[in-house]
């Protein structure tokens, strides 16, 4: 402590300066409670801080976290990656109450998605949270993308591009700024930004016509944010990734495009960046090319990487890599944001009135049943085996989901299993005894394995119920094949309910 406070007492022969190189970051912490660096960096100029499920426990938690940073700075940017649906961190350990974009894009009510993402951006705000890096606005065109799926709302462009600007419209109804996602578009990508570097190789015309179309959308409606994607495309840059790139960044968003919002890049930590440039280079690249602020924090949360990163900006400005006045800029944008999240908390924050029960009711509309429900009557005591994939980053392997929890509390004497890869309708089948067999899968097509596992089930016991909480891409199986488009608690349950017959 002794050390730290002789650093931070030093004076700052940059001044303003390096206040700009702190106003444009956007680290995560460690901890339910703001630690004294952050708390100390906020008071020097750092103007956002990103929160990830490791830093929730509670409402109430939550809320005397963020009173507690804006004790420090009253305007001070608190984000968050909240999609609702399998992406959350808000119910990391329960689960969301509300759907992701792909069941909203299911039931293709934009009423109803505005809603939804009013009554989460509510919530939010309820907490402190002024800023949320969503919505996913990707054309999920690939079927195999391992990241995006049903955090789009769809593979259709225009479905996409209307909820996307519903979604933004409720959000910031509710007075959170909406960070529209992944620019210019992740959705035709088979390879995890978190691990790689992906790449879209499609002209210009398919661009326009289908990735861009969504993020129009988003512009026309007002999102306060958005976030550019670390993925290489060809067709508009051959050789650096979106995130750092000055024709995407600056020659589309900008000026094609005409927005004139806060950029924000994706996590700077994600290997596809931080594997190739490294966070310091790729952090002095993304400002450069036109972002304004550097998310990062999902894996690196600790001083040290704040002090890394604006002594990073600051050198770059002094060797003459980083224009000062683009680092201004810069910092003047997130200023704005920051004061825009003021005025909205101080004034009439919300419209309409609190729909607590409207994430459930979502979930249930979004539903599609396949077979009748009486034909795997009468269910009594079944055996619930969940099919579980390795989880991707984005969403990760925190937050529970199924059907088991919410099925054992309609139907006693419920028993349940989770099977990982490999051949294991055997041990299914020997578990389950007599019992209804309920296969819960997430993205079969995806993987052979589950499909595998699938088929020997239905032919051993033609009375298998089949739950798909992913893409419904492969073929209904099953007596009863329930898709619910999504893995949230609430899916779950609107699934347990059809089981249950209630």
Not at 202 to 212: P, S
Not at 321 to 350: I, K
Request: with cysteine; charged share 20%; hydrophobic share 45%.
């Amino acid at each position: 402590m002794t050390v730290l406070a002789q650093h931070t007492t030093v004076p700052d022969p940059n001044g303003g300066l390096t206040q700009d190189a702190l106003a444009v970051l956007q680290p995560g912490f460690e901890g339910t409670t703001a630690p004294a660096w952050l708390l100390r960096r906020v008071s020097e100029g750092l103007t956002s801080v990103g929160l990830f499920g490791r830093n929730i426990a509670s409402p109430e938690q939550l809320a005397a976290l963020t009173a507690r940073l804006r004790a420090e700075r009253d305007d001070v940017l608190v984000a968050i990656d909240e999609e609702g649906g399998d992406v959350t961190r808000l119910e990391v350990r329960g689960g969301s109450s509300f759907p992701g974009n792909l069941a909203l894009g299911a039931v293709d009510d934009t009423d109803l998605t505005r809603d939804v993402a009013r009554e989460l951006g509510r919530r939010l705000a309820d907490c402190g949270v002024n800023l949320n890096w969503a919505p996913s606005a990707d054309v999920n065109s690939n079927p195999d993308n391992p990241v995006i799926g049903v955090r789009s709302f769809g593979a259709d462009t225009r479905l996409a591009a209307r909820h996307t600007a519903a979604y933004v419209e409720g959000l910031q109804a509710a007075g959170v700024a909406a960070c529209t996602k992944h620019f210019p578009g992740h959705g035709d990508t088979n390879v995890d930004s978190h691990h790689a570097l992906p790449r879209i190789d499609v002209d210009l015309d398919t661009l326009a016509a289908r990735e861009l179309v969504p993020f129009r959308a988003a512009i026309e409606a007002g999102t306060k944010a958005v976030m550019s994607a670390h993925i290489l495309v060809p067709a508009l840059d051959p050789t650096r990734p979106a995130t750092l790139s000055p024709q995407i960044l600056t020659g589309l968003l900008r000026k094609e495009l005409g927005y004139e919002g806060l950029i924000v890049t994706d996590g700077m930590e994600m290997n596809a960046i931080a594997g190739t440039y490294g966070i310091e280079r790729g952090s002095v690249l993304a400002i450069a090319a036109g972002a304004d602020a550097i998310c990062v924090g999902g894996g690196l949360a600790d001083e040290q990487t704040v002090l890394r990163l604006r002594d990073a900006l600051v050198a770059a400005v002094r060797d003459g890599s980083l224009p000062e006045e683009r680092l201004a800029e810069a910092a003047a944008r997130v200023r704005a944001l920051a004061g825009w999240t003021g005025q909205v908390r101080r004034g009439a924050r919300s419209e309409g009135n609190s729909a607590p029960g409207i994430g459930l009711a979502a979930a249930r509309r979004a539903v599609t049943v396949t077979g009748s429900p009486g034909a795997a009557a009468p269910v009594n005591a079944p055996y619930v085996a969940t099919l579980a994939p390795v989880a991707n980053v984005a969403v990760g392997d925190e937050t529970p989901w199924g059907v088991a929890g919410e099925l054992a509390a309609l139907i006693p004497g419920t028993e349940a299993g989770v099977y990982a890869q490999g051949p294991v309708a055997a041990d299914i089948l020997a578990a389950a005894g007599n019992r209804t067999v309920v296969a819960v899968v997430r993205d079969a097509h995806r993987h052979p394995w589950m499909t595998e596992a699938l088929d020997v089930l239905v032919a051993a016991r033609p009375q298998t119920i089949v739950v798909e909480m992913g893409l419904p891409r492969a073929e209904p199986c099953g007596a009863l094949h329930i898709a619910t488009h999504g893995a949230a608690r609430v899916c779950g349950r609107a699934a347990a309910e059809i089981i249950a017959g209630v």
